[in-house]
């Protein structure tokens, strides 16, 4: 069992002066959090000297593994001249022209700084271009920590309602009143009920948002035809679909889930990976939606939007990916492949049954006797206490994974580090 003597007192010392002992929600562990040391690649070390082997990568962002050479190259010239201007520079054309490259739908884009302001403003251009006031979110979906968007990520079921008609469940205490009014909650892969919704509140919807791929809910593939009839939907309803790229913007491909999956959106939002770990988020999207934006219509400021630092670290980042897209994402996929494939052989092993789905570049391991789970409900019947579990038997065993049971990859694992992976996983379902 590793040691967390050190962690243990910074927890100690941080509960005094930090609210909670950490920084966002998202950190917060059913014992000590984790407490960082450093890291490169991907591996990183926490304050008592345990290395552990990286699956976690900052919750996405660090997609050329920790301290990667061009980021820190591009952050460390960018600092020398300056950190912050609030003032136009050159990086801010090259990054945008880069996305516009790399992404179908992109044509103009703006820069915030994270992801939860990048999705308050493709809302609030959804609505302020349509005229309309109603959103349609999916169950399970997360699209930041803001009051509009901050209800039935993962609701509790005694709360949820019917699954073919859940409620809006706030996530926080505090939540402005009624900012639920014109939220529409349906379940996530049902395009009939959207069909529906649409028939129901029909001039009424402003945009529907969806994570493309459901990452925040596990790892969730789209059914067949459910992002292309979304929008086809959006398309003859007047409305915007717009796809909450945070996470998966430049991991499923150069092109984010909209190239992976052949369907465009009218606005999509990016983060996490799009800067290597420097924190830049972006709306991006057609000409004729951004122009409401780009005339002034639509509000959109920030004193830190496209920070010169973090901004090269983009540009950095950006062009990486793109020049090197043919070698970079089939690695990533198949070293993801690997391990999901080597964590359904140490079920089968050990007599544990567990279901892995995802692309590779990111992935879920559900502990379920299910063949498939479509939604937020299906995710909420898997074991999740048992996967919680096998989080912490990883942990003891060197390696990270974000607790819910998803795994990121980035271009820094190595086969080596697979196969290590694998040796931590046989011996943690053996425990389990
Ligand atoms: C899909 C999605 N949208 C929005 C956000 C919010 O981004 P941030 O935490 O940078 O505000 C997240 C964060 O995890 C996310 O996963």
């Known amino acids: 069992m590793p040691t967390r003597t050190r962690a243990e007192q910074m927890y100690a010392r941080a ?19 984790m407490f960082v040391d450093h890291a490169s690649g991907a591996e990183l070390w926490d304050v008592d000297g345990n290395r552990l082997i990286d699956y976690v990568l900052g919750q996405g962002p660090n997609i050329l593994g920790h301290a990667a050479p061009a980021v820190v190259k591009a952050v460390s010239e960018q600092v020398a001249r300056g950190v912050a201007y609030a003032a136009q520079h050159e990086w801010e054309a090259e990054v945008a022209e880069r996305i516009c490259a790399m992404v179908p739908g992109a044509e103009l884009v703006r820069f915030n700084t994270v992801g939860s302001e990048a999705v308050h403003g493709a809302l609030r251009l959804a609505r302020g271009l ?51 009014a014109d939220l529409i909650v ?31 809910t596990g790892a969730i593939m789209p059914v067949p035809g459910f992002l ?9 309803q007047g409305a915007l679909l717009v796809f909450d790229e945070i996470i ?60 010169p630092v973090a901004m090269a670290a983009a540009a950095a980042v950006l062009s990486i990916l793109d020049e090197r897209r043919e070698a970079v994402y089939p690695a990533m996929h198949q070293a993801g ?14 007599g544990v049954p567990v279901l892995v789905s995802g692309p590779g570049s990111v992935f879920q391991v559900y502990l379920t006797e299910k063949s498939d789970v479509r939604d937020y409900r ?25 607790p819910r049971g998803l795994w990121f990859l980035s271009t820094a694992h190595s086969p080596a580090q697979v196969d290590e992976t694998l040796g931590a996983v046989d011996a943690a379902f053996a425990a389990l």
């Open 337 to 350: 492949q690997a391990l999901m494939a080597g964590i359904r052989a140490a079920g089968e092993r050990h």
């Open 130 to 180: 349509t005229g309309r006031p109603k959103i349609v979110k999916f169950e399970g979906n997360y699209h930041g920590w803001l009051d509009p968007v901050l209800y039935s990520v993962h609701p509790d079921l005694a709360l949820a309602g019917q699954a073919s008609q859940p409620n809006a469940v706030p996530g926080s205490a505090g939540l402005t009143p009624h900012s639920a």
């Open 248 to 307: 998966t913007g430049f991991r499923l491909a150069a092109g984010g889930a909209q190239e992976f999956f052949g369907v465009t959106p009218d606005l999509a939002t990016f983060g996490k990976a799009i800067a290597g770990g420097m924190p830049v988020s972006a709306i991006a999207g057609r000409e004729e939606v951004m122009a409401a934006i780009a005339d002034g219509r639509v509000a959109h400021a920030g004193t830190f939007n496209s920070q």
């Open 378 to 402: 299906d995710f909420a019947a898997c074991d999740r206490p048992r996967m919680a579990r096998l989080h912490e038997l990883l942990l003891e065993r060197g390696v990270n994974t974000v």
């Open 186 to 216: 349906l379940p996530y892969n049902d395009l009939g009920l959207v069909r529906d919704c649409f028939e129901r509140f029909s001039g009424q919807i402003a945009a529907v948002i969806c994570e493309p791929l459901l990452c925040n």
């Open 15 to 33: 509960r005094r002066s930090v609210a909670g002992g950490v920084s966002s929600d998202a950190r917060r562990a059913a014992g000590t959090p």
């Open 228 to 236: 292309e009839g979304l929008r086809e939907l959006c398309t003859a």
